[in-house]
């Protein structure tokens, strides 16, 4: 099989309850060792212990918790994020720059390293009319993820979860070195699911996204690795 190794940039977002639904849904990549996102569900089932074992088997990690609070409580529970190893993590940049500056002071280490850190902009779950009307921010979608990236580019964040729409803005906004990292994305025949801004791979990667964060196209997919292989192929135009 050819080797995929030198584009990890599609993430698989582990959203199982349990270790073992973990395990069992990794034996079908084999020696493979695709960049994985643990979420809520799975850390709180399971704990850090699960982000040591994946690390120690050798899987990049984003550790997507989105931590939303006041600047002191993010920062230390950055700190213990940042003593986990993982090479991503993200919070909400709705917790404002300050929370932001809080969170990179606790990822860094005493020797200068720290894991990636991302902000999410808007969920892309949440429509610009569901955005205007429940939380009453009445701009439009577009200028609200690029006010939040700008935002968190000056607390030195190095980018922002976003929709893939929203990734070529966001580079226009921040500069291409800011890296845009899209879920919401879906192959062209599936089923959309409770996400709302979505697009194919191959369109996320015109659009100039960093990575592609997949879980129901993959996960849900008879043939995971399969799947996986055709979102590195659509995403890397190979
Ligand atoms: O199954 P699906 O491909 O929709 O999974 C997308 C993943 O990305 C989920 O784990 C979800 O929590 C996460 N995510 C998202 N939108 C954001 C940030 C993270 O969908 N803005």
């Given at each position: 099989m050819k080797n995929?190794?030198?584009y990890n940039?599609?993430?698989i977002a582990c959203d199982f309850s349990s270790a073992e639904?973990?395990?069992d849904f990794l034996k079908s990549f084999g020696d493979m060792r695709p960049y994985l996102k643990i979420g809520m569900e799975l850390f709180y089932a399971e704990g850090p212990k699960i982000?040591?074992?994946?690390?120690?088997m050798g899987f990049p990690l984003f550790l997507d918790l989105k931590l939303h609070d006041i600047p002191n409580?993010?920062?230390k529970a950055m700190a213990?994020?940042?003593?986990l190893d993982v090479d991503m993590c993200n919070l909400h940049a709705a917790g404002t720059i300050d929370m932001m500056k809080a969170a990179i002071e606790g990822l860094t280490r005493s020797d200068g390293t720290r894991p990636l850190l991302l902000a999410v902009t808007q969920l892309t779950s949440t429509s610009e009319e569901r955005m205007q009307k429940e939380l009453l921010i009445?701009?439009?979608m577009s200028e609200v993820v690029t006010h939040y990236a700008l935002n968190a580019m000056q607390a030195g964040l190095d980018g922002v979860v976003c929709s893939p729409l929203e990734a070529q803005i966001v580079k226009q906004k921040c500069g291409q070195k800011f890296l845009t990292v899209t879920p919401g994305v879906r192959f062209a025949e599936s089923a959309v699911n409770d996400q709302v801004r979505v697009t194919t791979p191959a369109m996320a990667h015109e659009l100039g996204s960093d990575y592609i964060v997949v879980g129901r196209p993959v996960t849900a997919a008879d043939n995971p690795q399969e799947a996986y292989i055709r979102c590195l192929k659509e995403f890397n135009n190979l």
């Open positions: 995929y190794t030198a940039n599609v993430i639904r973990t395990y982000v040591r074992e994946l690390k120690d409580t993010v920062k213990v994020l940042s003593s009445s701009c439009k």
